[in-house]
């Protein structure tokens, strides 16, 4: 089996390294799943690009649909990362669990988001027609939809790297879904 090493700012090219040294600025550390990134020149940076892009979407609802889509998926290591940016985000624990789940059933915009992100991940690409329409009912714009495709799509290459590389996860674990109905 291939065993993949986190790569260290020495590793990594000078575009990379520069990230690196902002990464350490901002967030503290450079997390393992964005270091792995910089075995390519060019991927972290563009992977940061895309996460930070301008979006119609607020802070909570795209940790929403990370912590539905890293569910859906399986990844442990964004569960983890997402579990602690959500209470950052002013999620409970147990808000975290429940959304995990493809609910939010404290707060109905969030509750339609979170089910339409679960239907469209589970159903590869292709929503219920019923989860489509609960989404726009909540108040979701088409521009939000394109929006929440986006954030899907940055997270699925997220779970897939994880999955792929199997790099250590430097964040609290997440806890155990006891019910997941995936």
Do not use: W
């Amino acid at each position: 089996m291939t065993t993949f090493k986190v790569p260290t700012r020495e590793e990594v090219n000078p575009s990379n390294q520069q990230i690196f040294d902002k990464l350490r600025d901002t967030v503290g550390f450079v997390p393992n799943l964005y270091a792995t990134y910089a075995y390519n020149d060019t991927a972290l940076g563009d992977y940061l690009n895309l996460q930070n892009r301008k979006s119609t979407l607020k802070a909570k609802e795209r940790e929403v649909i990370n912590l539905v889509v890293s569910q859906v998926n399986e990844c442990e290591y964004c569960l983890a990362a997402h579990t602690a940016i959500g209470k950052m985000n002013g999620f409970t624990s147990e808000q975290i669990l429940e959304i995990r789940s493809g609910k939010a059933s404290f707060d109905n915009k969030l509750d339609a988001l979170a089910a339409f992100v679960k239907n469209i991940t589970l159903n590869r690409s292709k929503p219920a027609p019923h989860a489509l329409e609960k989404l726009f009912e909540a108040g979701y714009t088409k521009a939000n939809l394109v929006d929440v495709i986006m954030v899907i799509g940055d997270k699925i290459i997220s779970n897939f790297i994880h999955g792929a590389t199997q790099v250590a996860v430097d964040f609290p674990a997440a806890p155990v879904l006891e019910e997941v109905n995936v």
